[in-house]
């Protein structure tokens, strides 16, 4: 089956800062969904984004098909982005194995 | 528009006991999944269902777990008998038919089998 692999698998920020997380897979996909777990366990959608460019206020993201990959960048980082970071493929949505984010204040 | 819904919130039972779990999805949404979160992981589908029909129960553990969804709308999961490795968060998720299809999650049941 397909594969997803995501990281760094964890990052530490300082309030304030810009980062980026990436998503591989390894094979052709017709959906890719971004994720953000919360510290109570609830899964939010970010973005769906099989293809192309979104942005949503400080976050935005990027996704190139052809070569297999996607990534997030959140800018400008505040304590309440804290938490787990998925990736998900496919209809059936495989999850890579996520990025945890802290922000220190 | 309500999110998806589930209940019970939590659950602890002793091991060789049995387990149900419920959502009700999006209105409207024809697709519904189940998965199982294990602490550190990302979650893993269970099972799909197309309305009331299965489309991919491939990662079930059919010698233990069940799942129906008769009307086409809401679902049980049930576990039976429970074992310890099943202690996790049961996720429901749902989503609409057609080429957009973004999967929406509910709350999650965390399970701890003692």
């Known amino acids: 089956g397909i594969q997803v692999e995501q990281s760094p698998p964890d990052l530490i920020l300082q309030e304030g800062a810009n980062s980026t997380l990436r998503c591989n897979f390894s094979?052709?996909?017709?959906?890719l969904q971004w994720f953000h777990q919360n510290p109570w366990g609830q899964l939010i959608n970010l973005f769906y984004?099989?293809?192309g460019t979104k942005q949503n206020g400080r976050l935005s993201a990027t996704t190139v098909a052809t070569e297999r990959y996607s990534l997030l960048y959140i800018s400008s980082s505040q304590t309440t982005d804290s938490g787990v970071y998925f990736c998900a493929v496919e209809l059936e949505l495989v999850f890579g194995k996520g990025t945890k984010l802290t922000v220190n204040p | 528009e309500a999110g998806v819904a589930q209940s019970p919130r939590y659950k602890i039972i002793e091991k060789r006991q049995s387990v149900a779990f419920w959502c009700n999805p999006i209105s409207g949404h024809a697709t519904l999944y189940w998965y199982q979160q294990i602490l550190g992981q990302g979650p893993k589908l269970l099972i799909q269902?197309?309305?009331?029909?299965?489309?991919?129960d491939s990662q079930l553990p059919k010698d233990r777990f069940s799942a129906e969804r008769l009307k086409g709308v809401d679902s049980t999961l049930k576990i039976q008998p429970a074992k310890l490795e099943d202690s996790a968060v049961y996720l429901c998720?749902?989503?609409?038919?057609?080429?957009?299809?973004?999967?929406?999650f509910g709350p999650g049941t965390r399970l701890t089998v003692l």
């Open positions: 984004i099989p293809s």
């Open positions: 269902f197309q309305n009331n029909g299965v489309v991919d």
């Open positions: 998720a749902s989503s609409s038919l057609g080429a957009y299809n973004e999967q929406f």
């Open positions: 094979d052709s996909v017709n959906n």
